[in-house]
């Protein structure tokens, strides 16, 4: 076995097919704003604050949110571009960066990323061969074998080995360099990628070529993926299961159709409704919801959605609402005062 | 009614630089009745936005070639002088961009930049310009408008310069707004609320729009009309239900299928194969055939004719057919 990296102890399925690949706990993420004259630390912007979901093995799941709320954070902190300030990571049962777990380069050999900005994620004096055979050799792969992996990857998704390897990152189509991108992140042969709004820069029919890519490399490689994006068509085409944020916390998590087709969070439905219609005769009449997004550096206290919510009571803006299980759905998840029976909020599900 | 407002015929942008000459508009007709809006749709190095910006002259001259026949209100757009177009812009035709902080000047505050463009083209004093200022902020619904006029753009969130921009343009009440991706950057719950004062306020003031977008849904939510263009043409106009639902061109068929809407879970998307054209280098014949699964010899070699469809509704196409949704 000439051609593989040596093998670290994440390489086999640890935990069997029930145990989540990914486990996040508590995670919280605070930017501190520094200013003045003493440089202290005037405001918070928090980033992420709190939040817990599993990822299962060979699932996809979409993570949608409007900006500011938190996703891109999220990805960032799984694959340790950024620590915590508290909450762990478990990957397969192992915690990243523990003394007992996964450290990070082991880690990063499992878990990759894809962003949004094709040109500015590749080295541009690096020929599209280099970037992709980079990490294999940082790993302990030989330079023949990485170069052979790099053309084999450049074929698996849809580039003509021969006329892409000696080519530099300026001379492709944003297409191109996206398809260049997903290769370098499957070049050590990870198990989950973290896809962070990568069709979101491509033009529709490109962005379906990608999308179909992405579908069949996970199918044929076993992947699990995660996929953030703000457009809500395309993580309701990719997804398994959907995970909506708003201003740091989750606001409702389940399967694709719940989601969709039961939203329960009004953020949730505030959301699907404002997508534009597709239907020259039914246009859009009203606005869901007035108003920007609130800033995060001062979000809201409770229910951080309680300025935009139509259905807002003294409750929400009093409480923080827990994620809770609809009734009758254990894999569906809101958080909402209306969802908890007892809460102080006058639509409970019990009144309704 | 006494003619369209917009008349464009034959229009031609050529860029030209030391090693390469990239034809980005190539042979554009239209016309907008005034209270129209027509939707642009297409997508990027199609020409919709270069299109836009040779409306309102906006091309850097040293480089560029424009070519045809662009009549607006009665101005003969090609041939205005600096100071004729100084009047013409913001008077008579505005625009709106994707990005409102690089339509405000950072240094100075909304409701002085506002009061400006007023005093510029109308007799008026600073007091009645700030005034239409005031009034303006208010008609885009922006909160406390009052306070606001003495913002700067970079106090205000990203919805809230976008409505101060459209504030901004429509101050001097034009007869037509060019609207360049201007949902583009905003997240979908501002996104909607824009289209729809866009959709009241064009209503309102009877102005005709062209609305660029690379979005499919956000032209449907407000175009009367729809033209789809490709490598520098409209390759397919009609009525929005035309374009969506009788869609004659595949170009625009692909770009439709390949829109990802609705339950499309598990099913395979119809993507159309291969990259837009290089502009510097145009095929011969028809700009799509290179992509498309219909195309023969004749469409390789000889431009496509229009095929009229039904009133209003064309495609430029050698072999169009309708595909009813």
Do not use: W
Request: charge should be neutral; charged fraction near 20%.
């Amino acid at each position: 076995m000439s051609a593989s990296i040596p093998q670290g102890i994440a390489d086999e399925d640890i935990g069997g097919p029930a145990q989540p690949l990914l486990s996040i706990r508590g995670l919280v993420k605070h930017f501190p704003i520094k200013g003045g004259v003493l440089n202290r630390t005037v405001a918070v912007v928090q980033a992420v604050d709190g939040i817990d979901f599993d990822v299962a093995k060979g699932e996809t799941l979409g993570i949608v949110g409007e900006s500011g709320c938190g996703k891109s954070t999220t990805a960032r902190l799984l694959v340790r571009l950024i620590d915590p300030d508290a909450g762990e990571v478990l990957y397969d049962g192992l915690k990243i960066g523990a003394q007992d777990g996964l450290d990070l380069r082991e880690m990063r050999r499992h878990v990759q990323m894809v962003f949004q900005d094709s040109f500015a994620s590749l080295n541009p004096r690096l020929t599209i061969e280099d970037s992709i055979s980079f990490g294999p050799k940082v790993h302990g792969l030989g330079a023949k074998e990485a170069k052979a992996r790099a053309r084999e990857l450049l074929q698996q998704v849809g580039l003509n080995p021969n006329l892409f390897v000696r080519r530099y990152p300026h001379e492709l189509s944003g297409g191109q360099r996206q398809r260049v991108n997903i290769a370098r992140a499957l070049a050590l042969r990870p198990r989950l990628v973290i896809l962070d709004e990568a069709v979101s820069a491509l033009d529709k029919s490109v962005e379906a070529q990608v999308l179909n890519l992405l579908q069949d490399l996970k199918a044929e490689l076993g992947l699990t993926y995660v996929f953030i994006s703000h457009d809500l068509n395309v993580v309701r085409y990719m997804s398994d299961r959907v995970m909506v944020m708003y201003l740091g916390r989750v606001a409702e998590i389940g399967p694709v159709d719940a989601i969709y087709g039961n939203p329960r969070h009004p953020y949730t439905k505030a959301l699907l409704s404002a997508m534009p219609s597709m239907d020259p005769d039914a246009r859009t009449q009203e606005a869901p919801i007035a108003g920007d997004p609130p800033n995060p550096i001062n979000p809201p206290a409770g229910c951080r959605f309680h300025t935009r919510c139509p259905f807002s009571e003294p409750v929400c803006a009093a409480k923080v609402p827990d994620l809770a299980a609809v009734a009758g759905d254990a894999k569906h998840a809101v958080a909402c005062h209306m969802n908890v029976a007892g809460s102080g909020h006058s639509r409970t599900a019990g009144a309704a | 009614m006494t003619g369209p407002l917009v008349s464009v015929e034959g229009l031609r942008v050529l860029f030209k630089s030391a090693d390469r000459t990239v034809h980005a508009v190539n042979g554009v007709d239209f016309a907008l009745q005034p209270g129209e809006v027509l939707g642009l749709l297409g997508e990027s190095g199609s020409g919709k936005s270069v299109t836009l910006k040779a409306l309102l002259r906006l091309l850097p001259a040293s480089r560029t070639t424009l070519s045809g026949k662009v009549t607006v209100a009665g101005h003969d757009v090609l041939s205005m002088d600096e100071r004729a177009l100084r009047q013409y812009r913001g008077g008579v035709v505005s625009m709106i961009f994707q990005e409102p902080m690089l339509a405000f000047d950072p240094v100075f505050t909304v409701g002085d930049q506002i009061a400006e463009a007023v005093m510029r083209h109308e007799d008026v004093g600073r007091a009645a310009a700030r005034g239409r200022a005031l009034e303006m902020l208010e008609r885009v619904r922006i909160p406390s408008a009052k306070r606001r006029l003495d913002a700067y753009p970079h106090e205000m969130s990203g919805g809230m310069r976008q409505r101060a921009m459209i504030a901004l343009a429509l101050a001097c009440k034009p007869q037509l707004l060019l609207a360049d991706e201007p949902t583009t950057a905003l997240d979908a719950t501002v996104q909607i609320q824009i289209l729809l004062l866009l959709r009241e306020l064009q209503k309102e003031f009877g102005m005709a729009v062209i609305f660029v977008t690379h979005d499919v849904g956000v032209a449907v939510e407000v175009s009367d009309r729809m033209a789809v263009m490709y490598g520098g043409r409209i390759v397919e106009r009609g009525s929005a239900a035309d374009v969506i639902r009788r869609t004659a061109h595949p170009y625009p068929q692909g770009l439709l299928a390949s829109t990802v809407h609705g339950a499309m879970r598990g099913t395979r998307l119809e993507a159309i194969p291969g990259a837009p054209p290089d502009l510097s280098r145009m095929p011969t014949g028809c700009a799509f055939a290179p992509r498309c699964r219909l195309a023969d010899d004749t469409c390789r070699s000889v431009a496509p004719p229009i095929a009229a469809l039904a009133p209003g509704h064309e495609a430029e196409c050698h072999q169009p057919r309708v595909l009813s949704a």
